[in-house]
């Protein structure tokens, strides 16, 4: 059991396998679920009936539990899952008809916020996709910074048959497979099977559903035997440096890697690899 203080909020987290129906834990939240698995956070979207939709209450719970363990000095990866058969249908129709301006634009803001969120915490953030994901649970993949599929999961960004162009999905995507694939996607709505979101770089790899589960966790497990104060470095300077052309990019890259090179765990590291050791990590 975990026990986390947040924004005056205090939630408990039950350790444990999480299941393909509907996940029971007891976390303060009524959309999500939070685990941790030793050093590895686990969030699971847990609207199952509503095939994960993506409502602005549900947004808004991810953030703050997000924003929490970007918090935690001991969390080192977060692995993003889903309860039920799909991973998410994007955002929650239902709250999209009759609204004001105002109430419209609150949605996306929410949105766009959680998006840069995922991002912008210091620890890596892996999609666990077992299903379908479309529109913004599209989004939601493309925007996490690394994502394993079951064989089963497909994607899409299907709002232009509904007349809503999935246009801030349109963002995460067109950066995760480039212009012409996003296009593709974005103007015919059709679904991408697992295999070919692999193939365009929107998922890093496909494993049999069985196999999903453990896959994940090995990769998170992998991640979190690294220095958390370089896990952060590098991945806001990933994050930093993309969108730069190259000599700013380079002149960005350098400044960072000189004040890393001065950190006490990177010190530490090179330090072991010399000496034949393993590391320790002081988080400096």
Same mark, same amino acid.
């Given at each position: ?5 947040? +924004?005056?909020?205090?939630f408990?987290?039950v ?19 939070f ?30 539990c ?18 039920? /058969? ?7 129709? +239902? ?5 004001d301006i105002n109430?419209y634009r ?9 998006m840069?969120?995922?991002? +912008? ?10 299903? @379908?994901a479309t ?34 999905p349109m ?8 212009? /012409?694939?996003a ?10 099977p697992?295999?070919?979101?692999a ?14 589960h ?28 993309i969108d ?11 400044? @960072?890697?000189?004040m ?25």
């Amino acid at each position: 059991m975990w026990i986390m203080e947040q +924004s005056g909020r205090r939630f408990t987290a039950v350790l444990g396998k999480v299941p393909m129906h509907q996940v029971a834990c007891s976390t303060g939240y009524e959309n999500i679920c939070f685990e941790t698995e030793q050093n590895v956070a686990v969030v699971t979207l847990n609207r199952p009936n509503r095939r994960n939709a993506l409502s602005l209450d549900l947004m808004l719970e991810l953030l703050d539990c997000l924003d929490g363990i970007g918090k935690n000095r001991e969390l080192r990866a977060v692995i993003l899952a889903a309860a039920g /058969k799909v991973f998410s249908s994007g955002h929650d129709l +239902s709250e999209m008809v009759g609204k004001d301006i105002n109430e419209y634009r609150r949605i996306f803001d929410v949105c766009c916020e959680l998006m840069t969120k995922i991002q +912008s915490i210091p620890q890596p953030v892996i999609a666990e996709v077992q299903g @379908i994901a479309t529109a913004a649970g599209c989004q939601l993949v493309a925007t996490c910074d690394l994502a394993i599929a079951a064989e089963e999961a497909s994607f899409g960004t299907p709002g232009v048959r509904i007349g809503l162009f999935c246009t801030t999905p349109m963002v995460a995507l067109s950066r995760a497979i480039g212009r /012409k694939r996003a296009l593709q996607m974005l103007l015919t709505g059709d679904m991408v099977p697992a295999a070919t979101a692999a193939d365009w770089g929107l998922i890093n790899k496909v494993v049999p559903p069985a196999s999903l589960h453990e896959e994940t966790r090995a990769l998170a497990r992998r991640i979190a035997q690294a220095s958390p104060v370089t896990l952060a470095i590098g991945k806001q300077a990933f994050y930093t440096q993309i969108d730069l052309d190259q000599p700013k990019a380079y002149a960005y890259a350098k400044e @960072i890697m000189t004040m890393n090179s001065m950190a006490a765990d990177a010190q530490e590291g090179i330090s072991a690899f010399l000496e034949k050791r393993p590391a320790c990590w002081v988080g400096k």
